[in-house]
């Protein structure tokens, strides 16, 4: 039982260059979520899907892309990575049906843009 | 738009007694979720306890309890029999009970449990 996989764990990339940020979860949740985590900050919402094909902006999404093609899959796409971007990143998924209420969260990413 | 607010951004206590984290959120909606989450060293989120808004009874998990006002619109932890393996931050969360079901965090507060 995987839950929610995130990939890779550590990242540390250059201004300018871009990468994909990998979500799975395997517990056939309709909504989705991706985070970010700065000291002191809390954890902010940069988009999130309420299922397959459905997207919308967060708190933070300017520098992101996301898509959601698949229930299971939610990748997070950085474009002209900045050093405002380093930052841990949780993907998450919940299913809301009954008393299933709360947000299953991935390992993070710890992503340094130098 | 709703708010999530703690205001302790560390705090220590002995093993074995007693310590109470502070959330105060605001919200127009009736009903809603609330949730206290834990990451250890980690980075792992781990749910320790959940409330929802229309039950006036304070959930308990274990060693974990809540101070539920709703009309307060205060959600305190309590933390009782201190362990060791307690040390971590501490969120306090909102989420809506219906809509894009968003999950809405504090700014966390870091607890250490002394030896």
């Known amino acids: 039982n995987a839950g929610v996989t995130q990939t890779p764990k550590f990242r540390i990339l250059k201004i300018g260059q871009s990468m994909t940020l990998q979500c799975t979860q395997d517990?056939?949740?309709?909504?989705m979520y991706w985070y970010r985590q700065d000291p002191g900050m809390g954890l902010k919402l940069i988009y999130y899907?309420?299922?397959?094909?459905?997207?919308d902006k967060g708190e933070v999404p300017n520098g992101y892309n996301v898509s959601r093609s698949t229930t299971e899959d939610f990748p997070l796409r950085l474009e002209l990575a900045a050093p405002s971007q380093t930052s841990v990143y949780f993907c998450?998924?919940?299913?809301?049906?009954?008393?299933?209420?709360?947000?299953?969260f991935g390992q993070g990413t710890r992503l340094t843009v130098v | 738009a709703q708010t999530v607010t703690q205001s302790q951004p560390e705090m220590s206590v002995q093993e074995a007694e007693t310590v109470t984290l502070s959330c105060t959120y605001d919200t127009s909606e009736s009903n809603y979720y609330l949730f206290w989450y834990k990451q250890p060293p980690s980075r792992q989120m781990i749910l320790v306890i959940r409330?929802?808004?229309?039950?006036?009874q304070n959930a308990t998990e274990n060693r974990f309890s809540v101070n539920f006002q709703k009309a307060a619109k205060s959600f305190s932890l309590k933390i009782s029999d201190s362990q060791l393996g307690d040390t971590a931050m501490y969120f306090c969360a909102f989420s809506t009970t219906s809509g894009t079901y968003k999950y809405i965090f504090g700014t966390g507060t870091r607890l250490k449990v002394l030896a």
């Open positions: 899907s309420v299922g397959a094909g459905i997207t």
């Open positions: 998450a998924s919940s299913s809301r049906t009954g008393r299933n209420t709360e947000a299953f």
């Open positions: 409330q929802e808004a229309y039950k006036q």
């Open positions: 517990m056939n949740h309709n909504y």
